[in-house]
């Protein structure tokens, strides 16, 4: 109605003129989040997207209204903040400007936007955040728990044994609820019930950090979850990551909660119920749990007699335990795909093994029907013994087995684990009296709920196949942190494998809240020298971290301002950054940075990691010192910090020079170690002379011939060496590569069986006992390749975040097509091709309020048209129009800028 009356006065006020307004904005998100509840960023950054899919779309100005209610924005009467039309492109983080946010209220904003026209659209539709804790004094909770003392054996680890919990509280009969929120957390992690039913839908709260210094709470909306009279919060405690083979935290540590449910009644008053020594426990129907080691499951016992207090003894306060509280920010891990078994086989023994087609992370759902005390043992693996069982000699220590033991009710019996998950695509079950069907067993992958919204495909299935693998590798392994692997006794956030990673993660999907996260936990692993270690959060058998590895903290944070633009993402960690670097440059000698282990001296670090031609590790020192202090000057220059800024650019050519002079061979004209690696990372961060960059090229191109056309690189250089070889005129070579299907090649894991990416180029080959995780995401960093020079779409730094970016489309002989979209801040990107053998089509989106520098490869006799409009004749250059205009046409490719928009580009030979 609000439209039809909103058109006819249009009609009324323009008499038919062709002007309207243009949608609103659409896809609201605060810090990365779609109506978040629970922060507690004290100026949340608001992004929208506009809608508008007219050709040459573009914000000239804003204007954002804040209210308590949706009404009042309804009525344009903002009681909180309201921006004016301001004169802005900026439609991506921009900051929240009204008065200090107070704690657990909740925020509803809207925008609308003017066009290129200066033409305004409507207001969006509201949206909202919703403020956490803002400070202590908001608490009333203590923590809790059953014993605080290791000589208590009931609970101590490592009896693993899960807790239960429950409080019982009543509301009067003539209360009314207003509102309920729950703040929840534990040390390792909890679930939460309200009367029974479950109220978090997500898996490992709150997400693990370093929880010595910090500790996440969440927040629950549970306002239709309260009655009158009795109620009941109840749950259990489980270990997550606070137990396991790897140290992570101190294992002495018993379990423990803190938490409140705050009930506003539509009268005014308010009830808080926090916990305290009237809370109820005792050890829960999960007898044992670790995540490396797996969850028992007992279901004869029953949590639910709340009256017998034999059971439920009283909890008891853990007075010295004082760490930061902060709210999850980011997104929490969620379980998304299910998958069905793709085959059951029955073992001379009686087990039965399930290949559920794919390797994941994740939880499952068990359906049987059993006797009571009937235990079914499920044992998880990535890969199988020849006999069929399954192989768990590739886990090490992680045991990754499960036990139900069943109530017997004659009933199926359902069962999902709470305190673990597995790497796994087989599942070996033991115990079942009868064969187990398809309705049995279902796979749950579990992972950070950032929206996976990157796609690509192409005409060869077998790179699509890679490209699916490396998807899967992505999500398996960014689980509240980023891992190396989601399944052997591992599973730890290292940086290195991670920043090598974040473009390739940053194209499939958006990882800003979870980013944002994970970079404080890397703050908080920060020693007062200023190293950080190899993991984040820290394990206490780590030390200063190794070249590459530690370097995570300048490229993590960059990657994500280059995909972003997230300016608060370097403020945030510019310390962290600092410190790191001027470790560094306490640690080098005449600029030159040499790191050697302090617990292994003679260890340089761990080089190119796992690469099929060893390269010698030492280099990497001062290549990542370059990298590092590179990222650091220009984020000091972006943040305005002009004296440092100059301190470090200073710095760069004295550690390039010193690189070249220390690790140049000048006889061999090569640099040390002669590999790919050798010569690839030099090449790609900038470090090699003038004067030696054709040579350097040269020898990366030699080596590459001489291999036969196989990357024989290891996690580092594998990254950059098809885009250097795409970037030079190398484009042919750098698709031989990419196509390659014998060892060592992306395909040829493929070609082997793989469903995510090994964690060595041939982990076929290698023996099942030794470092040969199927789930490691490094190699898959060929992907960023695919997105990048395939499908063209890249950001340029100078303009971040896609507000202006590259989509140069390369296409490569033996494919027909491609097509991409990447998920940007402003929307989705797309760019496709084809060949028909004859004619070149390039189809792209560039979405509103950004525009693209596109290229496409032409001949000098190319006629190159854009919707039926030639553009170039001829090898010649037309004039364009409006939203396509050609710029040059330079090494066989027609540059032009192009505005917002879709578009079609027809290339004729
Ligand atoms: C991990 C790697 C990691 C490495 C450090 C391994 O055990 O799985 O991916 O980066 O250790 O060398």
Redesign the pocket.
């Known amino acids: 109605m609000k439209r039809l009356l909103f058109f006819l006065t249009l009609l009324i006020v323009c008499g038919g003129c062709s002007k309207y307004k243009s949608p609103e904005p659409v896809a609201l998100r605060c810090e990365y989040r779609y109506n978040p509840i629970g922060i507690d960023v004290t100026t949340p950054r608001l992004t929208w997207e506009m809608s508008d899919t007219v050709r040459g779309a573009c914000q000239t100005a804003y204007q954002i209204m804040v209210a308590t209610t949706p009404e009042l924005l309804e009525k344009e009467r903002p009681n909180i903040w309201n921006s004016g039309k301001v004169r802005s492109a900026q439609s991506v983080l921009v900051p929240y400007g009204g008065p200090a946010l107070e704690s657990g209220k909740r925020y509803y904003w809207t925008v609308r936007v003017w066009n290129e026209d200066n033409v305004k659209t409507d207001y969006s539709q509201p949206a909202f955040w919703e403020m956490g804790k803002l400070s202590r004094g908001d608490w009333q909770a203590q923590w809790i728990g059953l014993r605080d003392t290791i000589s208590d054996m009931t609970v101590r680890f490592p009896s693993c044994r899960s807790l239960s919990y429950y409080k019982r509280f009543t509301v009067p009969a003539d209360k009314k609820v207003q509102s309920a929120r729950a703040y929840m957390t534990a040390l390792g992690g909890y679930t939460f019930d309200m009367n029974g039913e479950r109220v978090n839908r997500e898996f490992f709260s709150p997400g693990w950090t370093n929880y010595a210094k910090r500790i996440q709470y969440v927040t629950y909306d549970i306002s239709d979850r309260i009655q009158n009279g009795e109620n009941i919060i109840s749950g259990m405690l489980g270990n997550l990551w606070t137990y396991g083979f790897k140290k992570n935290f101190d294992n002495e540590m018993t379990l423990r909660m803190f938490g409140q449910v705050e009930i506003t009644y539509t009268d005014g008053s308010k009830q808080v119920i926090a916990t305290d020594t009237s809370w109820k426990m005792a050890p829960s129907a999960i007898t044992f749990n670790t995540f490396y080691d797996g969850e028992t499951y007992d279901a004869r016992i029953d949590m639910t007699d709340y009256d017998n207090d034999i059971k439920w003894v009283n909890a008891r306060y853990l007075p010295n335990f004082n760490v930061e509280l902060d709210a999850q920010n980011d997104e929490p891990v969620k379980a998304h795909e299910e998958l069905k078994p793709v085959e059951i086989n029955k073992l001379p023994n009686g087990d039965y093994v399930l290949n559920i087609g794919q390797n994941i992370a994740g939880v499952y759902r068990l359906k049987v029907k059993g006797t009571a005390g009937q235990m079914i043992t499920l044992r998880f693996a990535e890969v199988l013994h020849e006999d069929g069982s399954v192989a768990q000699e590739n886990l090490r220590y992680a045991k990754a087995t499960d036990n139900y033991i069943c109530k017997g009710t004659g009933e199926l019996e359902e069962y999902v684990p709470t305190f673990t998950f597995h790497g796994y695509q087989y599942v070996q079950i033991s115990g079942l009296k009868e064969a187990p069907t398809a309705e049995t067993f279902t796979a749950i992958a579990t992972y950070s709920d950032m929206e996976f919204l990157g796609e690509f495909e192409c005409s060869n299935n077998l790179i699509n196949k890679f490209y699916q693998n490396t998807k899967w590798g992505h999500k398996g392994n960014f689980i509240s942190v980023a891992t ?2 989601p399944q052997r006794d ?1 599973r730890l956030g ?1 940086l ?2 991670a920043q090598v990673f974040m473009p390739t993660a940053n194209y499939n999907a958006r990882t800003g809240g979870f980013l944002t996260k994970w970079t404080r936990d890397m703050r908080d692993s920060q020693t007062p020298e200023g190293y950080v270690t ?1 993991i984040a959060p820290p394990m206490d058998w780590v030390s200063v971290a190794a070249p590459a ?1 530690g370097d995570a903290v300048t490229l993590i944070p960059w990657e994500l301002y280059r995909s972003t633009g997230d300016k608060g993402i370097l403020e945030q960690n510019y310390n962290l950054m600092k410190g790191w670097v001027d470790f560094m440059i306490h640690e080098s000698k005449d600029n030159l940075y040499i790191f050697e282990s302090r617990k292994r001296p003679g260890d340089y670090g ?1 080089g190119d ?1 796992v690469p099929v031609d060893m390269s010698p590790s030492r280099p990497l020192s001062q290549i990542y010192f370059h990298v590092s202090t590179e990222i650091l000057s220009k984020a000091a220059d972006i943040l305005g910090k002009r004296d440092d800024a100059a301190y470090y650019k200073a710095l760069l050519p004295k550690i390039a020079e010193m690189f070249h002079k220390t690790y140049f061979e000048e006889e061999a004209q090569n640099y040390v170690g002669h590999t790919q690696c050798a010569n690839v990372l030099p090449y790609w961060f900038g470090l090699v002379p003038d004067e030696w960059k054709e040579k350097t090229l040269q020898n990366i191109i030699d080596n590459v011939v001489a291999k036969n056309y196989h990357p024989t690189t290891g996690f580092y250089a594998t990254a950059y060496l098809l885009p250097i070889l795409s970037e030079t005129g190398h484009h042919d070579m750098a698709w031989k590569l990419a196509s390659q299907r014998t060892y060592p090649s992306w395909l040829y894991m493929v070609e082997h069986g793989a469903t995510t990416i090994w ?1 060595l180029w041939n982990s076929d080959q290698e023996p099942p006992e030794s ?1 040969n ?1 199927r789930n ?1 995401y ?1 190699y898959g960093t060929v992907v960023a390749w695919y997105y990048g020079y395939l499908a063209g779409i890249r950001p340029i730094e100078k303009t971040p975040g896609y507000k202006k970016f590259t989509i140069d489309p390369m296409p490569a002989d033996g494919l027909q097509y491609v097509k991409a979209t990447v998920p940007s801040e402003y929307g989705l990107i797309k760019s496709a091709w084809t060949h028909d053998g004859k004619q070149y089509t390039f189809d792209m989106t560039i979405p509103a309020n950004t525009t693209a520098n596109v290229s496409v490869p032409v001949t000098e006799k190319s006629q190159v048209s854009e919707s039926g409009k030639v553009l170039i004749d001829n090898g010649k250059r037309k004039s364009g129009n409006k939203y396509v205009k050609p710029l040059k046409i330079e090494n066989g490719r027609a540059y032009f800028e192009v505005a917002a928009g879709e578009y079609q580009f027809t290339i004729n030979n």
């Open positions: 190396d692997c591992e290292w290195g494998d190899d590895w761990y990691w964690e470092m995780s490691h490094a």
